[in-house]
């Protein structure tokens, strides 16, 4: 683990981190990645081809992330049969497999927890702090990053214009 990522860490436990909103980003190609479910599952970014993909990086030891989960599998509910996919990329290591499993199991999450790779932060530049999360849309663009957590209604006011685009 790299030293900004162990400050990172750091700072998480001891809840230091800021709220941020979410900022829309000009679209920019989001990154092709590959990583295994908490199963041993292979899942690419290529199974989600059509879909709006939240992208969302957390621990299972971080405040802020276990605040927002619940929000999320709510709006997975609400929106996945509108093509919405999350995507949690568990950072916890491989090491923690079982108790990313428990975690999953504790908060009902009705979406696909992977486990982080050696370069997946990287390619999505996840460098200030957890939850990182990103927004996807169907062409595959990043359209909304936020760092920090949001309350669940501001978040989909983001996310709505990714999923339903004007006119649609």
């Known amino acids: 683990m790299s030293l900004n990522r162990l400050a990172t860490a750091a700072l998480l436990l001891l809840g ?51 605040t927002e989960i619940p929000g999320y599998v709510a ?40 486990m982080a790779n050696d370069t997946i932060q990287d390619q999505f530049h996840v460098n200030q702090g957890y939850p990182t999360t990103f927004i996807i849309d169907r062409d595959g663009n990043i359209r909304n990053k936020k760092v920090g957590r949001e309350p669940t209604s501001d978040f989909e006011k983001e996310l709505i214009p990714v999923l339903r685009p004007p006119g649609v």
Not at 22 to 43: E, F, H, I, R
Request: hydrophobic share 45%; charged share 20%; net charge positive.
């Open 16 to 66: 230091l981190t800021c709220v941020a909103g979410a900022k829309p980003v000009p679209p920019t190609p989001g990154p092709a990645w590959k990583m295994k479910d908490v199963d041993g599952k292979v899942v690419t970014s290529a199974d989600f081809k059509g879909k709006v993909v939240v992208v969302d990086f957390w621990a299972t030891w971080c405040p802020p992330c276990r």
């Open 75 to 114: 709006l997975q509910k609400k929106y996945g049969a509108d093509g919405l996919v999350f995507v949690g990329i568990s950072v916890d290591g491989d090491d923690s497999i079982p108790a990313v499993k428990a975690f999953v199991k504790q908060f009902n999450i009705n979406y696909v927890i992977v």
